[in-house]
């Protein structure tokens, strides 16, 4: 993988995915004052039981195109029937259990979500199809454009429907609209299906797809356990601060790592496994998920009034309780999903599963045993499994020769230090800054927070934080090394 072609592809991903999270994050500020905690509780149970039919769908199958090496001799015939015929089934389904959820006992708002979530799995196959087609081909303008116009559809749409009144509406009409500019696109650029299915094309996609089925149903699980757990012990509106407090963490700490290992891994699968390329590629996608989501966490963690109170206004306060836990937990799940997917790409399957599984038991454990007594002390549990999931997996990935150890220390190691020693900075001067407008407030803090963390970098980690300098856009190549750190 070329420093050249991870910028581009990092160019796309990282300058869109900023765009999409802005727009999204304006969409929440405007919606969030629009719904009450209740309505956000119900569609985060209808979530949760779309977060188990979303694993069993078609994309898990279809995604196997960017495991191939050569993408020509991927048979898109066969993942278009396929796939659709499979989420159309789904989509039934999920009709068929919308039906059961709007009763008194969960409330039309769930029933009437789910209901409206089942229309993104019916256009989700040619969606994933034409995604994966676009990847596979390293198209990143094209797909990344259609992720934008996807993205201000269904934002657009949703506040709409919000300032209208329509409730719950505005949020489960989102993720059909998300996908529909990609669906449409498959046959605006000439794919027209015969509806053929090769059974023996099929059989290694099978495959690939029961590994990710089995590797991500646990998690599934935790999920609906999760929201049908707080709606029975707690209330929709605690469930609703509760899918806040993780929603907000995972926007800003999780969504650029996820972002970025996507963006990343149809490169990565051109190398081959267990190859020095593949190491050296592999030491930097890590480095630059931890080196931007543990300082994301830990600022997001001590500020988090500050930043409840500028974002979600006072209806929300209790969000801030969780708010660090939370953050914790999506840096560590921002770490988890990439040394599974760099396992993934290194064709590893049965390691990633073990890791999948192990921690997916675990978490399942603590959710029936530990949640009940309280969502802080579970969040917090979540986030030590998550922390030895990822000393596991970058144990297992230096065993099958996909990262050197050493690599993955150095991927950890400082940003824990810088983050530790900016977050003690904004602790000392926070009271200073307290009498400013809050917005200023937590701009000066964010900045000294920032430049903080990067001067520790830059003084007591030179080499590293140079080196992962050359894959990101726009920043031109320093140092007088020649080596090409991902070449």
Request: aromatic content about 10%; some cysteine; hydrophobic content about 55%.
């Amino acid at each position: 993988m070329s420093s050249a072609n991870a910028r581009s592809a990092l160019a796309w991903a990282g300058g869109v995915q900023v765009i999409r999270d802005v727009a999204q994050f304006a969409a929440m500020l405007v919606l969030v004052r629009l719904l009450s905690p209740e309505q956000y509780g119900a569609m985060a149970l209808a979530q949760a039981v779309m977060g188990i039919a979303t694993l069993i769908a078609a994309g898990a199958f279809i995604s196997h195109a960017l495991q191939v090496r050569d993408p020509d001799t991927i048979d898109w015939q066969s993942h278009f029937t396929a796939g659709t015929l499979w989420n159309a089934g789904i989509g039934v389904a999920l009709l068929a259990g919308a039906t059961f959820l709007a009763t008194p006992i969960w409330g039309a708002d769930v029933g009437l979500s789910l209901a409206l979530l089942a229309l993104a799995p019916l256009l989700g196959g040619p969606a994933e199809v034409r995604n994966s087609m676009l990847c596979a081909h390293h198209d990143w303008t094209r797909f990344r454009l259609l992720s934008l116009a996807g993205t201000f559809l269904g934002l657009g749409f949703g506040i709409g429907l919000g300032f209208g009144g329509f409730g719950v509406v505005a949020l489960a009409v989102q993720p059909a609209l998300f996908v529909l500019p990609a669906a449409i696109d498959l046959f605006w650029s000439g794919f027209r299906p015969t509806w053929r299915f090769d059974r023996t094309y099929y059989r290694d996609v099978i495959s690939f797809g029961l590994n990710r089925f089995a590797a991500g149903s646990l998690g599934a699980a935790r999920g609906f356990a999760e929201q049908t757990l707080i709606a029975a012990n707690f209330s929709l509106a605690v469930n609703g601060v509760y899918s806040r407090s993780v929603g907000l963490s995972s926007l800003l700490v999780f969504r650029f790592g996820a972002g970025a290992v996507g963006a990343l891994y149809p490169i990565l699968t051109r190398a081959e496994s267990g190859s020095p390329e593949f190491r050296r590629s592999a030491a930097r996608v890590l480095q630059g998920v931890a080196w931007t989501a543990i300082p994301a966490a830990a600022f997001l963690a001590t500020e988090a009034e500050a930043i409840v109170a500028l974002l979600y206004g006072d209806g929300w306060v209790d969000v801030a309780y969780l708010l660090p836990a939370a953050s914790a937990f999506s840096a560590t799940g921002a770490l988890h999903f990439t040394v599974s997917r760099l396992l993934l790409a290194n064709e590893s399957r049965r390691a990633s599963l073990v890791i999948e599984v192990g921690s997916g038991l675990v978490s399942i454990g603590l959710t029936f045993f530990l949640l009940p007594q309280g969502l802080e002390a579970y969040l917090w549990a979540l986030v030590g499994v998550g922390a030895v999931v990822c000393v596991c997996g970058a144990v297992l990935l230096s065993r099958v020769d996909a990262i050197d150890f050493s690599g993955a220390a150095v991927a950890v190691a400082p940003p824990l230090l810088a983050s530790a020693l900016a977050a003690l900075s904004v602790y000392a001067v926070g009271p200073i800054f307290e009498a400013l407008w809050l917005p200023a407030e937590v701009g000066v803090l964010a900045a000294c927070f920032g430049f903080v963390y990067a001067g520790v970098l830059l003084a007591a980690f030179n080499r590293p934080t140079l080196e992962l300098l050359t894959i990101v856009p726009g920043i031109a190549r320093i140092g007088t090394k020649k080596r090409d750190p991902i070449a």
